[in-house]
C-alpha cells in the first residue's frame, strides 16, 4: 500500500477492555497505521446520549487535550460512551471523518457511516447497519499460530486431546452458582479422563472465590494432567495460547467476547448455557453460533468431540466496509 492509499485512521479506546478489543479488531483488520486515543470519563458521562449529542460532555480534561487536528479520515469507536465523541470529532471536522460505531450509540443513528452490531441485537436495519454473527474480536489465524508456538512448549506435557475450559462468571443480571461450577469442571474431567487428554483451565474475576477453590480442588483429585491460571496469577495469561493449542473448548455462556473468540479458534466449541447463566440476549447470540456451524451446545447428553468449523471473524466485515466508504 502506498502513503497515498493510507488513511489517518482513530480508534476511540475507553476503559472498558471489551468495548476495546474490539474497536482495535477492526482497526487491525484494516491493515493499515492507527492511532489509539484513550479515553476518561466523568460522571456526566451516564447522561443519555439524546442529550450528551455531538459533543466532549463526560469526557475529562487529560482526554479532551488528545482530540485535536488534524482529524482523522476515519473514527472507530465502541459502545456508548464513546459515540457522542466520534459524532463531535466528524462535526469539528465539518463532516470529512468518516464513523465507524461498533454496537448501539444510542441516539444519533443517522450521524454515523456505519453501525456494525451484533444479529442478535435486533436493531432496525437500515442503510448505514450492518448486522454481525457476533462480535468483533483481535483473535485471527495468524495470531493463533504465533501463540501456538510461543506456548506450545510450555503446555509440552500435557498429552493431547486438549480441553479447554474457559469460564466467566456471574453478570449483573445473572449468577454463576457452584452447582455450575461443580457440572462444568466435571463434564471437562470426565471427558478428558475417557480419552486419556488433558485440561487448560482459566477463571475469570468474576468467577468468585468460592468457585473458583471448587474447581481447583476438583482438578486437583482428578487424576487428569491439567494447567489451572488463575485470574490473580502474576503468570503470564496463557488465554490465547488455550484458545491456539486446544482440541476442544468448552465456554461458559455469560461473555459474548469469550464465545466469539473461542469461535475464532480451530478447536471445536461447545458452549455451557444451564439454565439461569445466559441472558435472552446471550441465548440469540448462542443461537446464531450454533446456526452458522461455529458452536454447539454443551447439553448433557453432549459428546465433547473435536470437531472443524468455521472461524468467526466478524471484525473482517466491518473492515470491508469501512473500506468501501473510505475509497469513496
Known sequence: MSDQDTHLIWVLADDRAGNVSQAVGVAEALAQPFKRVD????????????????SLIGIDEVSKNRLVAPWPDLVISAGRRTAPVARWI????????????IMRPDGGENAFDLIAVPAHDRMTVRENIVELPG????????????????????????????????IGG????????????????????????????????????????????LIADRLAASGVAYHLHDWTSQDENPYF??????????????SVSMCCEAAAASGGVYIYAPTGLASERHQ?????????????????????????????????????????????
Open 170 to 213: 456471574s453478570t449483573k443480571k445473572t449468577t454463576f452458582t457452584r452447582a455450575m461450577a461443580e457440572e462444568v469442571i466435571s463434564r471437562a474431567i470426565e471427558a478428558a479422563s475417557a480419552v486419556d487428554g488433558s485440561l487448560l483451565v482459566t477463571t475469570s474475576r468474576r468467577t468468585g472465590r468460592d468457585c473458583e477453590e
Open 241 to 254: 495460547g488455550y484458545l491456539a493449542l486446544a482440541d476442544v473448548l468448552i465456554v461458559t455462556s455469560d
Open 135 to 166: 462480535a468483533p474480536h483481535r483473535v485471527t489465524e495468524t495470531r493463533l499460530l504465533v501463540e501456538a508456538d510461543k506456548w506450545r512448549a510450555h503446555f509440552k506435557g500435557l498429552p493431547g486431546p486438549r480441553f479447554a475450559v474457559i
Open 284 to 328: 440469540r447470540l448462542h443461537q446464531t453460533l450454533f446456526e452458522g456451524g461455529f458452536a454447539r451446545p454443551l447439553l448433557p447428553e453432549t459428546e465433547l468431540v473435536p470437531f472443524s468449523h468455521p472461524s468467526l471473524q466478524p471484525a473482517r466485515l466491518v473492515a470491508q466496509r469501512c473500506m468501501e466508504f473510505l475509497g469513496s
Open 39 to 54: 479515553i476518561g470519563y466523568t460522571k456526566l458521562a451516564r447522561l443519555p446520549n439524546i442529550i450528551r449529542g455531538a
Open 90 to 101: 466528524k462535526k469539528q471536522s465539518r463532516g470529512h471523518t468518516r464513523i465507524c460505531q
